[in-house]
């Protein structure tokens, strides 16, 4: 029975909306910076890069309240 309500709950939170879930792609070209407004009140999460390696939180990615701003190189997409 307990194994049922966690598969249930499971497929519950696997069909809620994910309007809350905003994915970006942002880019920094030519060694520039890159600004890229995002809501960001859950967080920041790297989910797929584009650039080899170039993106590091803290370091060539950063987020603030406003968006996420990447420099150096850095380009991928962010949820």
Known sequence: MQNFMVATAAILALSLPVAAQQTITCSSRNGNTQFCPADTSNGVM???????????QGSTWRYTNQ????????QAEFQ
């Open 46 to 56: 790297l989910l797929q890069e584009h650039s080899n390696g170039l993106c590091q």
């Open 67 to 74: 968006g996420i701003t990447v420099r150096s190189g850095c």
